[in-house]
């Protein structure tokens, strides 16, 4: 069956950097596009942008261009968040999706930035 | 960017009622392919949103028929009807016909 699993919970101090994977599994990693959704706490879905898996163009939604870094290890079939310089507005959960319609959410990664 | 207004922000219901949710945008959801993609998704509690329907009226495998989507253009419009306690939580409509893709601001649907 088709998932995406995501790692797991992280706490970062304001200035650090985060990387955040999402692994997929039952399906052709290349042959569907990722998707990055933010949710800050008790706030609504907000789309971070997506990359393409087969020639791993990344596109950032405004909010997300110079901090927020998509990647790929196609070879593990895992696509991943990078986010530098975290600031405290980034404390969200993070989701990777797949493809337009999303379809298919990973569990959401808890990113807490405090000082 | 496309705003989507969503409504109602609360929607109490009694189970086994009905409910409709209504996602409109502020420009038209048609691409330039001909198809439209708005998508609807449920987020139950401490759970990642799960998709309901796709491209306004298309039903996602193992969704049950008491969901339906209808609408066309910039007006759209999720169903459920016979609700059950499974179908409570934040509903977001979505759309990515145009970039930014943009989510309306949500609906909880609650017990009356």
């Known amino acids: 069956q088709i998932q995406l699993v995501q790692s797991g919970p992280e706490l970062k101090k304001p200035g650090e950097s985060v990387k955040i994977s999402c692994k997929a599994s039952?399906?052709?990693?290349?042959?569907?596009?990722m998707h990055w959704v933010k949710q800050a706490p008790g706030k609504g879905l907000k789309w971070m942008g997506w990359i393409n898996t087969y020639t791993g163009k990344p596109t950032y939604a405004d909010d997300f261009k110079g901090r927020f870094v998509f990647s790929l290890e196609a070879s593990a079939s895992t696509a991943n968040l990078q986010i530098s310089n975290l600031k405290n507005e980034d404390t969200a959960t993070y989701f990777c999706?797949?493809?337009?319609?999303?379809?298919?959410w990973g569990q959401g990664v808890m990113v807490t930035v405090s000082s | 960017d496309v705003v989507m207004t969503q409504t109602p922000v609360s929607l109490p219901v009694s189970l086994g009622g009905q409910a409709s949710i209504s996602c409109r945008s502020s420009q038209s959801l048609v691409h330039s392919n001909g198809n439209t993609y708005l998508h609807w998704y449920l987020q139950k509690p401490g759970q990642s949103p799960q998709l309901l329907i796709y491209?306004?009226?298309n039903r996602f495998s193992g969704v049950p028929d008491r969901f339906s989507g209808s609408g066309s253009g910039t007006d759209f419009t999720l169903k459920i009807s016979r609700v059950e306690p499974e179908d409570l939580g934040d509903y977001y409509c979505l759309q990515s016909t145009h970039f930014p893709d943009t989510f309306g601001a949500g609906t909880k649907l609650e017990l009356k």
């Open positions: 039952g399906y052709t990693f290349t042959d569907y596009a």
């Open positions: 491209r306004v009226s």
């Open positions: 999706a797949r493809t337009r319609n999303f379809d298919y």
